[in-house]
């Protein structure tokens, strides 16, 4: 960068935007601000080698469509597709263990949204080794192996000080720092959380019939179990059980672990393998009060973290991204100062009613579902049966999950900023 | 610096906390600071096809002198040198010029605010690229004078942005008892709606004055998102203009 500057300004920050958190979002926002034309830094307490060098582990994430559009304006689609299995059909049911589904099942298909398949399986071995080349590429600072320890807001920027002591000037801080987001302390935000006492078990499954694309959610009792489509014979699972029962699940070896998924999981795709390592997060819903505090935003699990059930998290933090991104590029482009209260309420503002409105419906939804009281069974299935019986309705549904709906960020519609 | 130390610490205490006021987005300016966003996007448009400059670029306005007349606490000066401009701002009332200087100051920026105005910066021969007389026009005794001092001020070729309210039922109801008597946006008396000046009578002054416009358009609240837009077609209170010195 060149520190000389015209004359009207006098360089004394480091960055326009300081980063904390590498993970998903982090990386994926310091894009989006890069490609806007700010001077981003970046700090990840892991080294950017630990990140990319993983191998497959099971993890995948379901990429609704407004994602993907993100990540083709990033510039980083391109080298995911290959790896990317598309979901062509989404269905619903309601099943008790060693039943089955119930027959009024909730179908969707990609044939009545006009823009493509719903959305993508993406494994995570492919995902953030995508970003981080994509943070070199662009030359944003990283400041690696490093976590920012202190921070203190000032009228004109943040001094950040990392945990080797390094000092960095910046306008604004935005805390990528998941769902217990040290920013986030420190700014004086503080949080609403709820434990659901279940946990959700992730895994990569192999089959021996293909899946053809299509996800399946099937409701049960104990809580739901989601299985996605991954590239070959392969799907990504979680498995969502209450926490007691899930401790003693993942205290199975991996054959008794597969003894007990059967039933829940069916024949439908012939026998099923493990793929990969096996994962438990215990689940529960984990508001910020506010998405952003003097000289700092918020952004992904640091501001909202839901429950996994409809495979919205990381859409939501993406969401954020695109949301955010788009905020400070237009307000540095008209040369306000973007760490100023007033340009983060307009981020604020766009993003709280999406994210409160999404933990509630999510939290609702899995409710209704985790019980198995025969009256609410009965009125969901009559529920189901409505939605697939009602074209609009389904249609709205699938946009919705889609992420194709509401005001949306320009990243999100694909277009850059 | 030689501006802030002729006067003592008591008066730089008072200026700070006149700086804080100026600068707090829910304070006594705060509907400025909402309309800011939206005269900012109008002049940044309107400066970049004129001369031709990338939006995109780190310090697109790098080269252009600008004037801002009636700057107050620097909410246009600022944000225009941030882009790169070299920046005059001057005010009529001398209380708001050190209030500027000690904001930009402390955002790093280095910006000319002088007390003065736009007859006597004339008289001293002094020209821009670009001029912003924002919310002026509407409260100077004798608008074709003043317009003919700022079309002296542009270089052939310069650009002037002028905002000001049309005289119309819908602005007497807004700008005045809205604004003034009901909301307190703005303190009672700020306005005197006969002052007002309708976009075909300004345009008329432009020309008398030498300057040829070349576009306006309406800046309009949403009480329902509650924040400004531009319009093209909704000039009935709040509008903005641009026009050019012939080269």
């Not at chain 2, 900012?40 to 252009?64: K, M, N, V, W």
Request: aromatic share 6%; charged share 25%; with cysteine.
């Amino acid at each position: 960068m060149d520190n000389a500057g015209p004359p009207g300004i006098v360089r004394a920050m480091d960055h326009d935007a300081l980063i904390a958190g590498g993970g998903l979002n982090g990386t994926a926002l310091a894009l989006a601000l890069a490609s806007g034309g700010l001077r981003v830094g970046l700090v990840d307490p892991l080294a950017a080698s630990v990140r990319s060098g993983a191998g497959f582990d099971g993890r995948s994430y379901a990429l609704s469509l407004g994602s993907v559009n993100l990540l083709r304006a990033l510039g980083i689609w391109f080298e995911l597709e290959g790896d990317a299995q598309p979901i062509l059909a989404i269905r619903v049911s309601d099943g008790h263990a060693g039943q089955g589904a119930s027959p009024l099942a909730l179908a969707f298909d990609h044939a009545e949204i006009e823009e493509g398949p719903m959305g993508h399986m993406v494994e995570d071995r492919h995902l953030r080794p995508a970003l981080l080349r994509a943070v070199e590429r662009a030359g944003i600072a990283l400041y690696d192996r490093r976590a920012a320890v202190a921070h203190a807001a000032d009228p004109t920027g943040i001094r950040a000080t990392l945990d080797d002591g390094t000092e960095v000037r910046a306008r604004l801080l935005v805390g990528c720092d998941g769902k217990r987001s040290p920013t986030a302390v420190r700014a004086g935000i503080g949080r609403m959380t709820w434990g659901y006492g279940q946990t959700g078990m992730v895994a990569a499954i192999s089959h021996g019939r293909p899946h053809e694309g299509t996800a399946h959610q099937f409701f049960m009792p104990e809580g739901p179990l989601a299985i996605l489509p991954l590239t070959g014979n392969r799907s990504s699972i979680v498995w969502t059980e209450r926490a007691d029962r899930a401790e003693a699940v993942a205290a199975l070896d991996d054959a008794a672990y597969l003894e007990t998924l059967r039933p829940r999981f069916g024949d439908f795709l012939g026998d099923i393998a493990l793929a990969g390592s096996r994962f438990s997060y215990p689940l529960g819903l984990s508001l910020a009060h506010r998405m952003a505090g003097d000289r700092v935003a918020l952004v992904g699990d640091a501001a909202h973290a839901v429950h996994p059930i409809a495979g919205q998290g990381l859409n939501a933090g993406l969401k954020d991204v695109g949301a955010l991104a788009e905020v400070l590029v237009e307000a540095r482009r008209r040369g306000e100062d973007i760490g100023r209260a007033d340009v983060l309420e307009r981020y604020q503002r766009w993003r709280r009613w999406d994210v409160a409105t999404l933990a509630l419906a999510t939290d609702g939804f899995n409710r209704l579902f985790s019980n198995d009281n025969p009256f609410l069974r009965l009125a969901r299935d009559a529920g189901l049966a409505m939605i697939n019986a009602w074209p609009e309705a389904r249609r709205g549904f699938i946009r919705e999950a889609a992420g194709l709906t509401g005001d949306r960020p320009r990243l999100l519609a694909g277009r850059p900023l | 610096m030689t501006a802030t130390s002729s006067i003592d610490a008591d008066e730089i205490a008072k200026f700070t906390a006149m700086a804080e006021e100026w600068w707090d987005p829910e304070g006594k300016f705060k509907p400025l600071h909402m309309l800011n966003p939206t005269r900012l996007d109008y002049i940044c448009a309107q400066i970049a096809a004129e001369f031709d400059r990338d939006l995109s670029t780190a310090a697109p306005f790098a080269g252009l002198r600008l004037l801002d007349i009636g700057c107050g606490g620097g909410l246009l000066s600022e944000p225009m040198a941030r882009l790169g401009a070299d920046v005059v701002g001057a005010d009529a009332a001398e209380r708001n010029i050190p209030v500027a200087r000690i904001h930009a100051e402390g955002q790093g920026l280095d910006i000319d605010y002088r007390h003065t105005t736009a007859e006597d910066l004339a008289a001293a021969g002094e020209t821009f690229d670009v001029v912003l007389n924002m919310e002026v026009v509407e409260h100077v005794a004798d608008p074709p004078a003043y317009l003919a001092a700022c079309r002296a001020l542009l270089r052939p070729g310069g650009l002037m942005i002028c905002s000001t309210l049309n005289r119309t039922t819908k602005s007497f109801a807004l700008g005045i008892v809205g604004a003034e008597w009901i909301m307190r946006w703005l303190p009672k008396g700020t306005h005197d709606w006969r002052r007002f000046i309708t976009p075909d009578e300004l345009f008329d002054m432009l020309r008398g004055a030498g300057l040829e416009p070349v576009d306006r358009k309406g800046m309009v609240f949403n009480p329902l998102s509650w924040s400004w837009s531009l319009s093209d077609r909704d000039l009935s209170v709040n509008y903005v203009t641009a026009s050019l010195r012939p080269a």
